[in-house]
């Protein structure tokens, strides 16, 4: 019965694509992934509550050993260790820099696996209490859902990269019931040089993934808040601190994160990786007890002045008897959840930034304004100036300034914070575009030899893979060899370039024919002259895996059309202007 009922619904879609022109299929297909994308939160959420509510309260903290949960994590990581290498062969990208590298190198096509292996592997890492967001995870399986489902009915480039953006956005959605947030990450994060006429698609999207959201998951489910005061526009000097602060704290856990994932990244075992990740995630939690899980929770506790509830737990307590040690424990929390979450995702487990960047924001946010409390300043806001400054830090982490807006603006139900959401927002991102011109994501993006852009032309250029286009087709000339035999192998040859090479094929010059022409004509010199006399340095060698705008610029400094290619000095072949500039143009095409 089930695969009739597939089967009739590819007929009906298929039926659909017969009848309608590319735009009004374009915008049926976004309907049908947004809705797809927001059950796939919802199936996430609910994965996760059910690992959370059966498995860890109702089964293991049932001991009487409290602490037993702090051996939780490993479990969670060590599952999704052992599935991602025995279910998935260890291929199973993580984070939006998979995404923009899917979009920049591979025409927006991602694996069919990534629709569920998200949702188990982030699953049972967060569930099990892993220090990690499920809003990375989510916006990989939206993703991977709109690239499929293009993929499936023949799609351009250009409408299978707005499908996929689509997915995220109805993802993002789905998570927070946040439309608006939804498609402003999928135009900021996803799509940096997409045109307008990516809205509407976007818009449906996120609409039908926010829809399904409300209609299924609890309100108790989602990050929600009602704002208990007003804005107060005498804050706003408060507000410029914190923004001031946001940026700072920002720079610090997208600095402090990747340096820990990268020294989790240089351990060769992964058994060892788990273990030491385990380890050290249940120290930090047995004096950190809010670092577990997404943090959620916690992010609720501040906002309703609950700041000893982050403690309640902790081996510390014990010590907490002034507010002014209070403070400094929340500060601490501040900056050890980066750690945390580095060390979560680098020793296996599968998550995301989201999540923990709003606990950071609102551990920021309560931790100022409770420190104004303690100066002696009266009618601070501290539930607002703790939400407030959730946006600011996902404005830094992301380079997402109207994501963050907006999602802290549809989760607490209103525009009533939006001055303070924007003035906030835009300082803590200018702070860290000061410092770091592209995101942690697009750093990461070109270290793997791929780059977005804004500009048009340069994402054009960088979806060019130029080791396609390596022309192999010249022949080489041994650096011994005598004129003699560099005029017969010109005579069968179409070229008019030819690599001069030594033992092991190393690359040590280029004869142009035009140059020894006068040489050619001269049969005295046929025996008496070698290659190496007549052949000449080349100006220019472009390395196989280097960017192509590191090779646009060598074209442009030599004059020459041809170029040679090596790799670690072993000559390849040449790449050409010419053919760079053709696969230029069949990319400008198929992206009208």
């Not at 690992?51 to 949960?69: C, G, M, P, T």
């Not at 011109?437 to 697009?442: K, M, N």
Request: hydrophobic fraction near 50%; charge should be positive.
């Amino acid at each position: 019965m089930e695969i009739k009922n597939i089967n009739f619904i590819e007929k009906l879609i298929n039926w659909i694509h017969e009848k309608t022109n590319e735009k009004q299929f374009l915008i049926f297909s976004s309907i049908l992934v947004g809705i797809s994308a927001g059950i796939a939160a919802v199936i996430l959420k609910l994965f996760v509550f059910f690992i959370r509510q059966y498995l860890v309260e109702d089964y293991f903290l049932k001991f009487d050993y409290k602490y037993i949960y702090l051996a939780l994590p490993l479990i969670g990581i060590g599952a999704t260790v052992f599935i991602v290498k025995y279910a998935f062969k260890n291929n199973l990208n993580r984070g939006n820099t998979a995404i923009l590298f899917s979009i920049a190198k591979k025409s927006s096509f991602l694996p069919f696996h990534q629709m569920y292996s998200h949702i188990i592997t982030s699953g049972l890492t967060v569930g099990f209490g892993g220090s990690a967001g499920l809003e990375s995870p989510i916006v990989s399986t939206g993703s991977a859902i709109g690239s499929n489902f293009a993929k499936t009915y023949k799609l351009s480039y250009k409408d299978r990269t707005l499908l996929l953006a689509a997915g995220a956005a109805g993802g993002i959605a789905g998570a927070f019931n946040a439309p608006i947030a939804g498609v402003l990450f999928a135009l900021e994060v996803i799509l940096v040089d997409m045109s307008l006429g990516a809205f509407i698609p976007l818009l449906i999207a996120a609409a039908s993934g926010a829809l399904l959201s409300k209609i299924i998951l609890h309100e108790s489910s989602l990050l929600f808040f009602n704002l208990k005061q007003p804005f107060d526009y005498h804050n706003v000097p408060f507000y410029i601190i914190l923004g001031l602060l946001a940026g700072t704290v920002s720079l610090y856990y997208v600095n402090f994160f990747d340096k820990v994932e990268s020294k989790f990244s240089k351990i060769k075992s992964g058994f060892t990786k788990w273990i030491v990740g385990g380890i050290c995630l249940a120290f930090l939690f047995a004096l950190f007890p809010s670092l577990f899980g997404e943090g959620y929770e916690s992010i609720k506790n501040l906002s309703e002045l609950k700041g000893t509830e982050l403690f309640k737990d902790s081996l510390l307590v014990d010590y907490i008897g002034d507010k002014w040690i209070l403070l400094l424990f929340i500060v601490l929390t501040l900056f050890l959840k980066a750690v945390a979450a580095g060390i979560t995702l680098g020793s296996g487990g599968n998550g995301g930034n989201f999540a923990p960047s709003l606990f950071v924001g609102a551990t920021l946010g309560f931790a100022f304004a409770f420190f104004l409390t303690l100066l002696g300043f009266s009618n601070i806001p501290v539930s607002n100036f703790t939400i407030v400054a959730m946006a600011g830090i996902l404005s830094g982490v992301f380079h997402a300034p109207l994501t963050g807006i907006f999602l802290i603006a549809e989760i607490t139900g209103g525009y009533e914070l939006i001055i303070p959401l924007m003035i906030v927002s835009a300082i803590s991102f200018i702070i860290v575009k000061y410092f770091h011109p592209e995101s942690l994501d697009v750093r990461r993006l070109k270290q793997k030899g791929a780059f977005v852009s804004d500009n048009k032309d340069s994402s054009l250029l960088s979806k060019i893979d130029t080791k396609e286009i390596i022309e192999t087709d010249f022949t080489s000339i041994h650096f011994k060899s005598s004129l003699r035999d560099i005029v017969e192998t010109i005579k069968h040859c179409k070229r008019n370039t030819f690599p001069v090479v030594k033992k092991n094929n190393k690359l040590i010059g280029i004869i142009y024919l035009d140059n020894i022409r006068e040489e050619m004509f001269n049969p005295e010199l046929y025996d008496k002259i070698t290659a190496k006399e007549v052949m000449r340095k080349p100006t220019k060698i472009i390395d196989v895996n280097e960017d192509i705008f590191s090779i646009m610029k060598k074209f442009e400094e030599s004059g020459q059309w041809n170029l040679p290619v090596v790799e670690n000095g072993i000559y390849i072949g040449f790449l050409s202007k010419s053919s760079i500039l053709d696969k230029y143009r069949n990319q400008l095409l198929t992206s009208m």
